[in-house]
Each structure stands twice: as C-alpha cells, then as structure tokens.
C-alpha cells in the first residue's frame, strides 16, 4: 500500500519547511509548492490525497485554489492554514468545501492530528477497490467505466464514482443526506439548507448501472433518512 501524498501550498519557506518534515515524521510523502499557480497546478494534476492551502499566496489566492479544485477533484480534501482568523474567512472556506481549518500560529501536533482526522473521514480513493461487480456487468474504478456483459459501456463523472464508492464500501446501511454531503461533496451539511443535487447524482447513477427507478434493486430509497446499496454480489471495502 503506497504512503498518503500531503500536497503543501504555503509560500512562506520556513512555514513549508516545519510543515514538510513533520509529515514526512509522520509518515506521509509530501509535494509542495511556494505559490498559487504551481500549486493550483498540483492540485488539480498531481496524485495526492489531501491539500494544506496558505489563503494569502502569490500568484493566487487561496480561495480561487479551492473553487477550482471544488470543481476539478470534488472529492479531495483541503485543508486550509491562515492566519485570518475571522469568521467570515473560515465561513468562507467551509462554504467553498473545505474540511477544516487552522489559523495561523498553530502546533504542529494539532495539524497532525486534524490531517489524520479528515483523512479518517475522508471516503477511500476508488484505487483501492479496482472493479465491482454489479449485475449484468462489472464496475472498473479506475478508468470510471461500467462494463456490461453485452458489451454496452457508460462512462461514470468523479463525483458518480465516488458516491457509488462510498454506497457500495457501507453496503446494507442508510446513509443520510447529510453524511453524503460531507464525505462525498465535501460540503459543510450546516450551511446547506436543500438541496436536490444528491438525488439527481442518485437518478444519474441508477440510469448508469440499469437500476430501475421505479423498482431499485441496488440503490435503494430509505423514506425519511437518505440511500442504501443493496446489492448482494458488490465488492466490500
């Protein structure tokens, strides 16, 4: 099993250089990058599997950084280190979808131990489990492709992978909307008041994989609380 890559997007050197060591202490391969742009660049390139995002960087902001990455890798976790302290920044960070938040000076015992919590709570990448099987045919994770028997293929986006991952990995639970949108859309649920967007994934993802909508037999609707698999021959995490 290969180490957890923390990606560092801090421009002040000294900072970089604490931080950087500590995770390598800890075990973690590092990438770094001393401005917005290369680091904009990692992010949204570059094989990790959490983001320490400076806001005040050259180059770019670091809130620009994150909308991007919001929307080129949904799923990856960010968290953000700044010596704004005020509400608005943090309430502005979380809104844009990161999973914590760290105000600068802090120790570095607490960043290690916040980097291992959201990665806990983070879903596993789908590298680890390479292909599920469904009925009728076969899901590959890492090309995000369902194959069918007959030969039919549909491509799945990052996010659909992703949520069909993380149903298939708590087969036989009900998972909430609200534990969804935190682990799968890295979306902070308290700032949401409704939203629709799980269920359209969820119709999405049904069409995908031929469940009927009307009859599932895989994804299944639990009234009142969110969604479940079912599904008896899928793969376990």
């Avoid at 060591?21 to 990438?31: K, R």
């Avoid at 949401?192 to 994934?201: A, H, Q, S």
Wanted: with cysteine; charged share 30%.
């Amino acid at each position: 099993m290969r180490k957890k890559r923390i990606l560092i997007i801090e421009d002040d050197n000294a900072i970089r250089g604490q931080i950087e060591d500590a995770m390598l202490s800890e075990g973690f391969d590092t990438l770094t990058a001393a401005n917005g742009i290369d680091g904009l660049s990692s992010a949204v390139k570059c094989d990790c599997d959490l983001v320490l995002l400076d806001l005040v960087l050259p180059g770019r902001d670091g809130l620009e950084i994150l909308k991007e990455v919001r929307i080129t890798r949904p799923t990856l976790p960010v968290i953000i280190l700044t010596a704004r302290g005020e509400e608005p920044d943090r309430v502005n960070g979380l809104r844009l979808g990161a999973d914590d938040y760290v105000v600068k000076p802090f120790s570095l015992k607490e960043l290690l131990a916040r980097v291992h919590a959201v990665l806990r709570r983070s879903p596993e990448r789908p590298g680890d489990v390479q292909v599920i099987a469904i009925p009728g045919g076969a899901v590959d994770m890492s090309r995000r492709e369902i194959r069918f028997d007959n030969d039919q293929r549909e491509e799945l986006s990052e996010r659909e992978a992703e949520l069909l991952r993380y149903l298939i990995c708590n087969g036989g639970r009900a998972i909430e909307r609200r534990e969804i949108l935190s682990n799968v859309w890295r979306i902070n649920p308290e700032a949401i008041v409704e939203t629709r967007t799980i269920d359209m994934c969820i119709a999405r993802l049904r069409e995908k994989i031929h469940d009927d909508p009307a009859t599932p037999h895989l994804i299944l609707t639990v009234r009142g609380k969110g969604y479940m698999w079912a599904a008896k021959d899928g793969a376990s995490c």
